[in-house]
Structures are given as C-alpha cells and as structure tokens.
C-alpha cells in the first residue's frame, strides 16, 4: 500500500489483540508529531484536548526506531502518571538518535475525554521507518 500522506496523519490497520497504526510525515519530525497525535487519538477523541499546559520532552535512542518508541513511550508515561494529555507537538531539534520538543495539552477528565484505550506499552513490533516516495511512514503497535 502506498497512501498519500498529504491529508492523513496515520490510518488504523488489522491486528488482533493490539491496535496498529500506520504513521505519514512529511519529513522525519513531521512523522513523530503524527505518531504523538495517533497515541492520544487512540487514548482519547485528540482533537478535544485543549492548549493549558506544556511539557518538554528530551529522549534519546540507538537509532530512529528506538527514539519513535522512546519518544511515545514518554508521552505515554506522562498520561499514565500525570493524567495529561496532548495534542499538539513542536520538535525543535531533531537527530536520528535525539530529540527535543514540547508537548501541548491539558488533564485528563473523564467527562470531556471519553478512553477509547489504555496503551499498556509502544512496541518495536512490526516497526520500520522508511521514506516511501515523497513522505516517511512507519507501523506502530501499541499493546493494550
């Protein structure tokens, strides 16, 4: 499959047990502000998360794959721990074995947040990152 990324973030795909996603970005940062999106759109209804707090995020990793999933193993941390969730992500530094950003969000409230799901861990199953045409993709499974 080769879907364009030019209107989709990620699409959902088949997986018994666990939820799969394919990611798109536009460049490598662009795919990891998607992943972050698709984490909490799969937590929660995304685009209801409102801009009132912010926090920043630094991770490192062997290589890209590793950094995806230590960048959305943090942002997971953050929900599990501190109940916040995001929506919008700004990354300014980007190597393909560090990053920094912010993640922009709110706290979590079960009256204007409905769990769609709890991610229990960011896999490394079935996770590749490539530059497919014009645009970067990558699957993601989260385990529930």
């Known amino acids: 499959m080769n879907s364009s990324p030019s209107d989709q973030r990620y699409i959902s795909l088949d997986h018994t047990g666990d939820i ?3 990611i798109f ?3 490598l940062p662009d795919l990891f502000v998607n992943a972050a999106y698709a984490l909490f759109d ?9 801009a009132q707090l912010s926090d920043e995020i630094i991770v490192s990793g062997i290589d ?4 995806l999933v230590n960048w959305l ?3 997971n941390y953050l ?3 501190e109940g916040k969730v995001f929506n919008r992500f700004e990354i300014d530094r980007f190597k393909d074995t560090e990053l920094h950003g912010m993640a922009i969000g709110e706290k979590f409230n079960s009256h204007k947040h409905p769990l769609r799901a709890e991610v229990k861990a960011v896999t ?3 996770l590749m990152i490539q530059k497919v045409g014009d645009h970067w993709e990558t699957n993601v ?3 529930i």
């Open 20 to 22: 799969r996603l394919k």
């Open 25 to 27: 970005g536009k460049s």
């Open 42 to 50: 799969t937590i929660t209804e995304a685009n209801r998360i409102d």
């Open 64 to 67: 890209r794959e590793e950094l």
């Open 73 to 75: 193993s943090e942002l």
């Open 79 to 81: 929900f599990v721990t």
């Open 124 to 126: 490394f199953h079935d």
């Open 141 to 143: 499974v989260f385990d």
